[in-house]
């Protein structure tokens, strides 16, 4: 079954810290791939996408996300979290507009 | 651009009750979403159209639901009779055929 799976439900890093967020997806084909993050009470703001071309996804607020075809995985990324980056994320895949959310991982940054 | 308007951003009600939901899309997109938010099942895709035709309504849970686009700027998501388990939060998002959808804030729906 096609599906998307996001391994961590919640992640706990300090301030300043890096942060890796993982996505896998099982798809037979390479489908779009979205990286969304949610705040308490909001609706989603994309952080970055992956259509085709540079696996290497660079996105706002200094994130970044790897397309690794072998393991179908398109994992978040940032070199330094900030107080401000304490939300949910969503990963996300996209056939035919056919768009199917993880289920989400949730960060707390520690002081 | 104001982004996708959803309105109303909150609603209770009761159960048995005819709950509308509304949404406005980004000016010149032609793709339009709804989808569910739980906890227990997480994000759903209910519904989307393309130019005013709904293309895929597989995700619309039962009967009960339906949704409408009288034209590019409007959109509707109607619960008849709504039910306890239909308490979520509902996204409208829309997206200009790349695929990169821009979601509204939600309406958080409360059924008694």
């Known amino acids: 079954a096609q599906s998307v799976t996001q391994p961590d439900i919640h992640i706990t890093v300090s301030e300043g810290a890096s942060l890796e967020l993982r996505c896998n997806y099982s798809?037979?084909?390479?489908?779009?791939l979205f990286w969304y993050v949610q705040s308490p009470g909001q609706g989603l703001q994309l952080l970055l996408k992956?259509?085709?071309?540079?696996?290497l996804v660079q996105g706002i607020k200094g994130f970044e996300a790897e397309f690794k075809r072998s393991q179908s995985s398109f994992n978040l990324r940032k070199p330094s979290v900030h107080w401000s980056d304490a939300a949910e994320y969503f990963c996300?895949?996209?056939?035919?507009?056919?768009?199917?959310f993880g289920a989400g991982t949730r960060l707390t940054v520690k002081p | 651009d104001a982004g996708v308007i959803q309105s109303p951003r909150h609603e209770v009600t009761e159960m048995g009750q005819e709950v509308t939901l509304r949404c406005k899309p980004i000016?010149?997109?032609?793709?339009l979403f709804w989808y569910r938010q739980t906890m227990m099942r997480g994000l759903e895709l209910l519904i989307y159209?393309?130019?005013?035709?709904?293309?895929?309504d597989s995700g619309m849970p039962e009967d009960r639901f339906s949704a409408k686009m009288p034209n590019a700027s409007f959109s509707t998501l109607k619960i008849q009779p709504s039910e306890p388990r239909d308490s979520a939060v509902y996204f409208c998002?829309?997206?200009?055929?790349?695929?990169?959808?821009?979601f509204g804030p939600g309406t958080r729906l409360t059924v008694l």
């Open positions: 998002a829309s997206s200009f055929s790349d695929n990169e959808q821009f």
């Open positions: 996300a895949v996209d056939i035919n507009n056919d768009m199917r």
């Open positions: 159209f393309n130019n005013n035709v709904p293309i895929d």
């Open positions: 798809y037979g084909a390479t489908p779009y």
């Open positions: 000016s010149g997109h032609d793709y």
């Open positions: 992956y259509f085709s071309g540079d696996t």
